[in-house]
């Protein structure tokens, strides 16, 4: 700058020019992309971000929520990889958004669907813990489920024996009772259980145990002296068999005639 006088007075300063910039690169990689949590379950962001002009480490990465809003910022490692906690989500189905932002502006954006609410509740009402039946008999089986998000009706559910397999399949009625019988279980100690999944994938079960018995089979009754007197003292052979292996118990009930 020069005045009138001819008085002179300089000031430099050195700027650096680079090339064109380039776009920050980013991916999810958990959660998955249409996966489901319990609402206030602690969750866990992880993602990769890179960039060619400047070191990871210097991005500014935020995570987004189109319900809730800005989740939170973190920092990358020089690495790049982006670690991110919350259990703040609320009751929804969520599209969480990555973004991802350099020193002059220009960002990387990545999208995933994640499913946040309860879980179904279920209870088996029949049979109860404990319950014995016998093989052949009709044994009625009866829960009851509900969810906070889901009617009754649209939630699927199973029956399961761990000796039979899958015994029933399908969904309750409006008032979320679920209910069947049936006579060709094996013998044996049954784990039962009654399990339901909603429409976001969240699922609840409830287990009881109960017994199926072999009733005992008498192979051979005799008595001695036959035929028997009043002053007779007499003798009874009883051989039998338990399929379950069951200690066998006997009494007698004598009929005159």
Sequence with gaps: AEDTSGKVSTEEVVIQVG?????????????IDGSSIVVGETVT???TVDDADIAPNELNVEWLSNNDGSLGTATPTSSGDVLFIT???????????????????ALCSEQLVLNVGTSPTVTIDQPLDGDVFSLGD??????TVTDQEDLPNELALTWTSNLDGELFTG?????????FSTANL???????TLSVIDSFGLFADDIVSFRVNTPPVIDLLSFSPDP???????????NSSDADGDTVIYSY???EN
């Design 138 to 143: 009709a044994i009625s089986f009866q829960g």
């Design 45 to 47: 962001f992880r993602a």
């Design 87 to 105: 259990n703040a989500l609320s009751n929804n189905v969520h599209a969480i958004s990555l973004i991802v932002t350099d020193d002059v502006g």
């Design 253 to 255: 009930l004598w009929f």
């Design 228 to 238: 028997i007197y009043s002053n007779d003292s007499l003798s009874i052979s009883v």
């Design 171 to 179: 969904n309750p009625n409006s008032q979320g009772i679920t209910q």
């Design 19 to 31: 090339g064109e910039n380039n776009t920050p690169t980013c991916a999810i990689i958990e959660p």
């Design 186 to 192: 094996n013998a044996g100690l049954h784990s039962l």
